[in-house]
């Protein structure tokens, strides 16, 4: 391809043609404002609709401003981001966006996380010149993740192109045209009725407070009030790799230590760790596998950790349901170990247990909810909030979360290794089951553990591990299209994996749909991914089926992994679905 040069602002830049002038100025540093594109994680799934007109910059020798992500460079092109008539033109944008918008922001969901708001302020706008009808539509709060208010829709079209071109789920696309037009499931359908992972990749990407999440603080606010609960909190590994940067620490701050602090401050009962559950979850998982491989089973084995991913599959691939394990996902087996073996162990009636999980994820409110995951009418979780809400709760309670000191987990379901942690990234919670899987398949000890051809950020990767005279073929994808393209592997007989990960969002559990927002930042991404893999290498056991407190669970309580038990609490199955 062949390089052009061009003048931005007065500075000179090299680029490939077909470039963008949006691109080209990024390489300058130069910020052209923009509401409607997005580049998310360099996927090479843009959204550029060129939808909002924010990014308009004058380019000389034309009339009319030319919009900066959609326009492509030429060689001697001279543009200017900043001339007075470029700002007035996306001050108009702004006026004429807020003339039909609830400006409640005060009160707003999204209120100091809003990119409207944030430009609104930025370009001085103070009064809005426009007025006319405002539109209204009936809030759709039908599900357990995601809330819909698209009287604050601004028609960017971000999550239409999240939600279909990296998906490929096809929940929402425009609809009615004009001033009729709003982003929406086919016939207006709730979000309950339809094939929606709850992924919550949508609300990640929406600029505003028309996609949400479901708000549930309060709830946990009236459950650390109720004497009569106890009241259990667990952690996903992802949410210490992000929760810093609600604080104001670089993205990659690993804040494990201020986290349990900050939750003992907020006065839960007993601070644990999911990843406890992860462990465990490798015991089961890695069981499966083994048990597969040696008796003739199904293969390949598809981790199930992921809720977004399992409905993903209930809905479009409801032909496979034999191909997954059957392993619960750690946050539900962690509810089902409290309520049984540890409720058991302190004398406390499960009924009067409430588990609080603090997730990266949107789908997990809904995991929580499917009627599968409880016994004798006792839910496993009881609330799922996301990183972002546990931020917003020590804002709210006032805790100084930057002056805390360290603070370690509670005994024993505190208690973890470094294959759990990294099950927060894509790739990880293959490279932990192959940690264990090789052991009891070798009977010898895996001197080293990093098994780095699963880690990365390409979207499918794929690897051979020696074990015993095996070759076992793994892959790993992320973002439900690329598990779409194994999946269709699979389905036509062409693939020949021993197992698979899938996660549902990009990047794993750390890109999730309820973690700090990211607008598609791959370097943030990568950010947290490293400090997952930096607590992994700081643990001294790396292996789940060497955490102490997970053989004593078996020994004690469980019996066998893979046991009669184990099905009984720690398994489940799945359903072909046609709506939630
Ligand atoms: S949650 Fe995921 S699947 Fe559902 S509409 Fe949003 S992006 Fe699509
Ligand atoms: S719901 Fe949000 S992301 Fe989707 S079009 Fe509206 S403003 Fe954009
Ligand atoms: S990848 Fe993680 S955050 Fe995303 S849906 Fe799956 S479990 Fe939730």
Redesign the pocket.
Known sequence: MSLVTLTINNKQVEVEEGTTILEAAKLLNIKIPTLCHLNLHDLKMVNQTASCRVCVVEVEGRRNLAPACATPVFNGMVVKTNTIKAIKARRTVVELLLSDHPKDCLTCEKNTNCELQALAADLGVSNIRYEGKISTYPIDNSSKS?VRNLDKCILCRR?ET??NKV?T?N??SGVDRGFETVVAPAFGLPMTETS????????AVCPTAALTEVNNVPEVWRALKNKDKYVVVQTAPAVRAALGEEFGYEPGTDVTGKMVSALRSLGFDKVFDTDFAADVTIMEEASEFVHRLQHGGKLPILTSCCPGWVKFFEHQFSDLLDVPSTCKSPQEMFGAITKSYYAEKMGIDPKNIMIVSVMPCLAKKYEAARPEFGKDGVQDVDVVISTRELAKMLKEAGIDFNSLEDENFDNPLGESTGASVIFGTTGGVLEAALRTAYEWLTNSTLENVDFEQVRGIEGIREATVKINDLDVKVAVAHGLGNARKLLEKIRSGEANYHAIEIMACPGGCIGG?GQPYLKGDIETLKARASAIYGEDKKKTIRKSHENPEVIKFYKEYMGEPYGEKAHELLHTHYVKRQKM
């Open positions: 995601i999550c999240v939600c998906q789920v929940v929402l929606c992972t709850f992924c919550g990749q949508c609300v749909g």
